[in-house]
């Protein structure tokens, strides 16, 4: 039964009959999980999107692995051996960008496959909601007795003038480019931003990043952003802070970009421009209908992910931010269990991270020292630096650090790592954030003393004393 058009959420639906149970609305990593949850639980569930089932992990993050692994390989080939002594003078990137896609192909079919099994029904399409019980999908419709909005975000161009008339890539498309630019502009220095930048400039692109904040990586602590900065010096990626690009324009096959710095308008000319200008929630699809309030920066929710409108719930990216994978997905998983009363837990945070896959990798674990200090919370950190350690000083090229960050009952709540490898350093930490360990217990776990593992005993030891 197709419910009419001014239906609201006072509406008892118990007398209603719907399509579904659930209609989740968004196939990304919250969407999915959600969904497959519920199905789990003998739900009739809906998924409905117009794009890739997956999305943005399987349309950027999985390419992208794929992607840095064979730049890592060949900027490590070409430092010790030279290109030409192997022969890699040419690179094949067609080759390369295949690989990406039938990764990111497989990864679909995954999802895809999960969502099947769980007996979820997949709508192909683009959403678009009449009230708070019922969706339009082109001249169909479908209602639900509860709806899930897991749409995501996408590209915040800003105000950049004349972005229609010139083509340019975003973070997605620039890892898949098959033709390589001698010369490329990466507008914006954040976590998107330095990935794509790194990848090209370890191809042998000159990367040129412009940033407007007063250095990289604005959103992480400054000695990240600092270290990461010395990282792109020396491979030769040129980046400029306090510039706010206002304008990009044709040049025959190349592009003129016109920024602002120190209050100058200047210009520039490259062969490519990459807009890594963050993200911004996907709110078009008609929540005004469904009486659900949002703001520019997402959706509003209250309690147990519940939007304005009582039988509608939110998750992802849509709720605001930039929110990883896990998180997304943890979101998912724990809505469904609360929908159907299967857990009486709420949602904890805490130990959750921030991931950037440059080289060396940064995770920032809970709380960073720049989010304590907006919060006035008291805090006490310590460092530990890679020339600290055994490798450090066997290996004079690596660089890397670990922050611990402790509260006034010395249990820690932040961390931030910057090394490679770090996969160890990062689980040992995530468990000890979400378990609210203290410093002591930290120090006296076991640690490789020829690793890298033991900067965090370094870091704890200081903290001790």
């Not at 674990?365 to 006490?380: A, M, N, V, W």
Request: proline content about 2%.
């Amino acid at each position: 039964e197709i419910l009419p058009s001014d239906w609201s959420s006072d509406v008892c639906s118990s007398d209603l009959k719907f399509d579904f149970e659930y209609i989740v609305i968004g196939s990304g990593p919250a969407g999915s999980a959600v969904a497959v949850g519920l199905a789990g639980m003998r739900k009739k569930v809906a998924v409905i999107d117009g794009g890739e089932v997956g999305g943005s992990n399987c349309e950027r993050n999985i390419p992208y692995l794929v992607g840095l692994k064979f730049a890592n390989l060949y900027n490590e080939t070409k430092k010790w051996l030279g290109v030409r002594a192997l022969g890699l003078n040419h690179l094949n990137l067609p080759t390369i960008v295949s690989l990406m896609e039938q990764a990111s192909q497989r990864a679909k079919e995954a999802e895809r496959k999960k969502l099947k099994d769980a007996g979820v029904v997949e709508i192909k399409g683009y959403a678009n909601l009449l009230n708070n019980y019922t969706v339009a999908v082109g001249k169909q419709q479908f209602s639900a007795e509860k709806l899930i909005l897991a749409t995501g975000a996408k590209l915040n161009i800003g105000e950049i003038s004349g972005v229609g008339e010139v083509d340019y890539l975003t973070p997605e498309t620039a890892i898949k480019t098959r033709r390589m630019p001698r010369v490329v502009l990466v507008v914006g220095g954040g976590r998107s931003g330095c990935e794509i930048g790194e990848y090209f400039a370890k191809l042998g692109v000159k990367v040129l990043i412009m940033e407007r904040a007063e250095r990289l990586l604005p959103r992480e602590d400054q000695e990240v952003g600092e270290m990461l900065a010395e990282h792109f010096y020396e491979l030769g990626v040129e980046v400029i802070n306090n510039a706010k690009v206002v304008a990009l324009e044709k040049d025959g096959e190349n592009k003129r970009v016109i920024f602002m710095k120190d209050g100058v308008e200047k210009l520039v000319r490259v062969d490519a421009v990459v807009l890594a200008t963050g993200t911004r929630p996907v709110l078009d699809y008609g929540l005004e209908n469904a009486g659900i309030q949002f703001n520019k920066t997402g959706v509003i929710i209250g309690k147990n992910l519940q939007t304005t409108t009582k039988n509608i719930f939110a998750v992802g990216d849509i709720l605001g931010g930039d929110s990883s994978t896990e998180l997304a997905t943890y979101q998912g998983m724990m809505l469904a269990q609360i929908l159907e009363r299967r857990s009486k837990d709420e949602l904890n945070y805490k130990g959750f991270w921030r991931q950037i896959m440059t080289e060396p990798e940064i995770l920032t674990i809970g709380f960073s020292e720049d989010d304590l200090i907006k919060r006035d919370q008291r805090y006490r950190k310590a460092t530990s630096d890679i020339t600290e350690t055994v490798i450090g000083k066997i290996s004079t090229d690596s660089k890397g650090f670990v922050k611990l960050l402790v509260d006034h009952n010395n249990r820690l709540i932040g961390a931030v790592i910057m090394a490679e490898k770090m996969g160890a350093m990062a689980t040992e930490l995530i468990l000890a954030i979400r378990n609210q360990m203290t410093i002591d217990r930290i120090a006296s776990l076991p640690h490789d003393m020829n690793g890298s593992t033991i900067m965090i005993k370094i870091a704890a030891q200081k903290l001790m004393k």
